[in-house]
């Protein structure tokens, strides 16, 4: 008997959002392990802003994923047969996989996990193997926080901004965080310690970063773009960082828009500006998980994870990524209540 | 009898080009020396981009010249009368001052001059106040050059853009100029010593980049901004560096224009974007200008200035610089004749 699997295929390039039929869900035979790979159970799939973009062909960090391919995703699941040296069955492995419920690999771009005492794979795997290490480096190497400055996030109630958001409570900064709605606005500044939170669908930004920061702002943790990120932009203080992490109102465009660039803003305000894709800070990943971890067990740190479950739905979550929908980092989970376990 | 000096005021805001009427020439009677203050003969007017950025009342990184004022510019000039201790007549000094050929004032922003052996005033004045050091730290401390990286210099003819090229050879990269006309871009290959120069005015900027540089660019000098930028930016290589000095293509706007920000490629490429105003950098003073005193003594690094008589054309002069009608640093002979004597 051939064992088989359910998984997502590219089936055409998305034009705007992502529609029913731009990437097909079926079952299909798992390949055969060859010697040196092992057989992984999807139990959690990260779904990121930046997945539209590789399914898109449009200029990327990485390469677009090829049409009628396996849908690229950032996974965490169990092995359960191993044909490689050092890997066992039972073993715990996050990074790069596929949307799919069972994968065969090499172990290339993925990395064994060892869950810290008292915290959950979703947890884990939510926080620490990108969101946590993004929010790190973009805020500390780029934005550079110093205690008494202003730090404005914007996604600010997702995956990447609640981090943010308390590593610049940490840092001394005061934060305001920008979200959609006034139950996410809430949990910023009740829950997470925010100073502040202003509701993007129901106030406008401009006012009220004038209202809530009368000195401008020292950084913008920007993951937004368009109009939202030039009402943080055309705000900022002498000296001022960008750090330009995510754009995830334009991903869906449909033709290049001229971005207002602010050049001249940026020459008089000497404002620093930085594209930044946390992969190239892979050389100090040790680093930010024992940060974070840290921070995460004194409680320093809380986040939340909105975690949905079924494979076969997946595209119909990603879709809320582009309108908000989601709360906390959204992720799959793909193993039917098998949710990894606790360390105890 | 009461001296009288002859000096520049601003009449009006200027819209668009400076025009005739915007700033006043006139005699009047030099102010009284108090306790404290020298009289500086002037001999040296620097004209520069950011005269019309003064002029207007634009977000800036100094207060704007008040209307009916005396014109802000750098000037060098000589002692000659002192009612201050420790300032002889003779002395010569350099720094902020008047659009005037006598000034009276009581040294705030004005550096006393040591003219190196053999180097003549306009030179000293021309590169080592204040375009030598913009070259200087904006090209080593933002823009982080490399041996074998491929660095583009706009406006790479004049005062700024000479030094920024000769330094970027000096440190091993692969230089590119950007000028207006044959002329201009033969000096910057055979004189100076950049691998290529691109004349804007008469060639495809991009289809020569493309060819010069098909790997793309680490580092853009900016000092134009408007298409010419929009083609070197959009040819930036991962983790290129941008060095925003200058924007003079936009500096005589009417209104404000949408840049095309590029924030995607920003992103995508990783790209650092740094505005650039040297007087943030006034407490490394000494470390540039032993570090160019050095080039220039040993050849490494020549000039060309353009120097040019009567302060009553001073105006007609400043146009030429939006023009590209300059060749090399713009200095006004104010001195008629008196050029400061050269050290033996």
Not at 246 to 264: F, K, M, Q, V
Not at 303 to 320: F, K, S
């Amino acid at each position: 008997m051939v064992a088989t699997r359910h998984i997502w295929r590219l089936a055409r390039r998305p034009v705007g959002s992502v529609a029913e039929g731009d990437m097909v869900f079926g079952e299909e035979a798992v390949p055969d392990l060859a010697e040196g790979e092992f057989l992984l159970k999807v139990l959690y799939l990260s779904l990121d802003p930046t997945n539209r973009i590789w399914m898109s062909d449009a200029e990327q960090y990485m390469p677009p994923v090829e049409l009628g391919a396996p849908m690229r995703g950032l996974v965490a699941g169990r092995v359960v047969k191993s044909r490689k040296d050092g890997v066992a069955e039972g073993d715990l492995y996050s990074g790069f996989g596929l949307w799919a419920d069972l994968m065969v690999t090499d172990g290339g771009g993925l990395n064994r996990i060892e869950l810290p005492p008292g915290v959950p794979l979703s947890v884990a795997f939510g926080v620490l193997a990108l969101v946590g290490p993004t929010a790190y480096f973009g805020l500390l190497d780029l934005g550079r926080p110093k205690a008494g400055e202003t730090l404005v996030v914007s996604a600010a109630a997702g995956g990447v901004g609640q981090v943010v958001g308390q590593i610049g409570k940490l840092k001394g900064c005061r934060v305001i965080g920008i979200a959609g709605g006034p139950e996410k606005c809430r949990f910023l500044t009740e829950e997470l310690g925010f100073d502040a939170a202003i509701d993007y669908r129901n106030e406008d930004v401009g006012a009220r970063l004038d209202a809530l920061a009368p000195d401008g702002i020292d950084i913008d943790f920007e993951q937004v773009g368009g109009p939202v990120m030039n009402a943080v932009v055309s705000r900022m203080r002498l000296h001022g960082r960008v750090v330009l992490c995510g754009l995830i109102s334009r991903y869906n465009d449909t033709e290049e828009r001229e971005d207002s660039g602010y050049w001249r803003l940026v020459l008089m305000r000497r404002l620093s500006i930085h594209g930044f894709i946390v992969t190239d800070f892979a050389g100090r990943w040790a680093e930010a998980l024992a940060a974070l971890g840290g921070w995460m067990a004194d409680g320093s740190i809380r986040t939340r994870q909105d975690v949905r479950p079924g494979l076969d739905r997946a595209l119909e979550y990603l879709d809320a990524l582009y309108t908000g929908g989601n709360f906390g980092k959204l992720l799959v989970e793909v193993g039917a209540g098998d949710t990894g376990g606790t360390a105890r």
